[in-house]
């Protein structure tokens, strides 16, 4: 996986291309949202968040897609159970991942935020290769964008408390700051 900061882009990483993005307004990368998602809800390697990124669900397939049928929704990165990467959105792109939220009295985090989807629930613990390749693509992202520091990092949960719970108590925030600090020790 080879992030290229001019086009926002990874290399190495399947593309499935989002309409839902638009412009960020002043161009600034400095936070990372963590989320988890599953489509049906607990259930895992459906392929199903890809068509609803791209607002092509088959809402008939289940009840629960029924009910997110009016969503227009996306993020920059899906890491499924298996470590596989998508990508979305250009990180040089305004994702809709993070909705009405603050980060340190800041309103409307998807205008400076990348926002990476983990294939999981809150109370589920979340696999080896998902924690290896989010540390990967974190530190790919923290190379481009420096402002992204891991006082920076933070989950759904963080920036909309009370309306979000992602990434969940199953997340375990010790491993992954472990891991990247491991990666910065590589360097």
């Known amino acids: 996986m080879q992030l290229d900061p001019t086009t926002g882009w990874c290399a190495g990483v399947q593309h499935c291309p989002s309409p839902n993005f638009n412009e960020r307004p002043a161009g600034e990368i400095s936070l990372l949202v963590i989320h988890n998602i599953s489509l049906p809800p ?4 459906t392929g199903k968040v ?14 629960f897609f029924a009910q997110i049928a009016h969503l ?22 305004r994702a809709w991942h993070a909705g009405v939220s603050l980060f340190n009295g800041r ?3 998807n205008d400076f935020s990348l926002g990476i989807e983990l ?3 809150d109370t589920l613990a979340f696999t080896d290769a998902q924690y290896q390749a989010l540390i990967i693509l974190t530190r790919q992202l923290q190379g481009a964008w420096p402002a992204i520091t891991v006082e920076r990092i933070c989950g759904h949960s963080d920036i909309a408390p009370g309306r979000k719970t992602d990434p969940g108590s199953a997340f375990d925030w010790a491993r ?3 891991g990247l600090r491991a990666e910065e020790d590589v360097k």
């Open 176 to 178: 992954y700051r472990a």
């Open 72 to 93: 227009r929704v996306s993020a920059h990165f899906l890491i499924e159970r298996d470590g596989g990467v998508t990508q979305f959105v250009s990180c040089l792109g």
């Open 107 to 109: 309103e409307g985090c």
């Open 50 to 63: 890809q068509p609803f990124f791209q607002n092509q669900l088959d809402h008939s397939e289940h009840p």
């Open 119 to 121: 294939e999981g629930t």
């Open 42 to 45: 607990g259930q895992f390697g």
